[in-house]
């Protein structure tokens, strides 16, 4: 739902588009004032739109599912490669979550939705989502560094993945559980205020990473209250999800992509020659 107000931003022109005046591409995009209860009217839509295409949503939680097991089982038997499988899902992660915005553009177009075109949306700007997820694979890896380093200082050394696991477990080092919970908050809300809009805008604008990033954090900034309940959405569906044995992604994790694609259109004003936040 969007709320324009007489003090709307205007967010980074997109690049690479032609047909477009120059003077009405800088002010094409402008952020919207939001509501406390957008989120939820997001959820909404998102719902809609699953079982608007079930087959294709369930098709594409199953991923989410898999997804989750195959990091839950590295997690379990070889933590030391962690980093390195979820790097590469920081590649595959938004090329999934491309398919499912595209499901919800499409059908917002009055299209019938087809596993095809959804599995190869990120065609167009395979560049520019392959940028953005090596921007959030630089931020993960400084997390890392900073999660060892935690480690290092409060265990004298990295000790294996057992004993930290049962050290975490005794109230002596609570004020490193703090402290760890604590970098992983300000690394958490960085990607959170950086990426809450910007793929999908990569996608359907065909925007710079970094100008979609930019988008996204003036859109936090304008919307703090709407934002911090949106993520709190985010953060309690996901983990919900996780149980039992992630079979929840098969459903929120399609909804959860869905509403993101609606929160996009509602945060950012679309150019005028759009219709209902589709392209005429």
């Known amino acids: 739902m969007r709320h324009p107000d007489s003090h709307t931003e205007t967010a980074p022109a997109p690049d690479g588009r032609t047909g477009v005046d120059a003077s009405a591409a800088k002010t094409a995009l402008c952020i919207n004032r939001l509501r406390a209860d957008d989120p939820l009217q997001w959820l909404s839509e998102g719902w809609q739109d699953f079982l608007r295409a079930p087959f294709l949503s369930l098709f594409f939680g199953a991923c989410f599912v898999v997804m989750g097991h195959v990091l839950l089982l590295v997690a379990e038997k070889a933590p030391a490669y962690v980093m390195t499988l979820s790097a590469g899902w920081l590649l595959l992660g938004p090329l999934l979550c491309l398919g499912v915005y595209d499901i919800s553009r499409q059908l917002q177009k009055g299209r019938k939705p087809a ?10 700007s395979a560049g520019k989502v392959a940028s953005f997820a090596a921007i959030l694979l630089a931020v993960q890896w400084l997390w890392s560094r900073v999660s060892l380093a935690l480690f290092a200082i409060n265990f004298d050394g990295l000790p294996s993945t057992e004993r ?96 993101t694609w609606h929160a996009y259109l509602s945060v950012v004003t679309p150019p005028t020659h759009w219709h209902g936040g589709a392209r005429a």
């Open 164 to 259: 930290a696991l049962a050290a975490l477990r005794t109230p002596d080092n609570l004020s490193f559980i703090i402290a760890y919970c604590a970098v992983g908050a300000v690394f958490a809300f960085l990607v959170f205020i950086t990426s809450v809009i910007a793929i999908p805008m990569i996608l359907d604008r065909r925007t710079s990473p970094v100008a979609a990033a930019i988008t996204s954090v003036k859109a936090c900034l304008k919307n703090p209250l709407a934002m911090a309940i949106w993520a709190a959405l985010v953060t309690l569906l996901v983990l919900a999800a996780t149980l039992p044995w992630f079979l929840g992604l098969l459903v929120i994790g399609p909804v959860l992509g869905y509403a």
């Open 115 to 124: 596993l095809g075109h959804a599995l190869f949306a990120w065609l167009p």
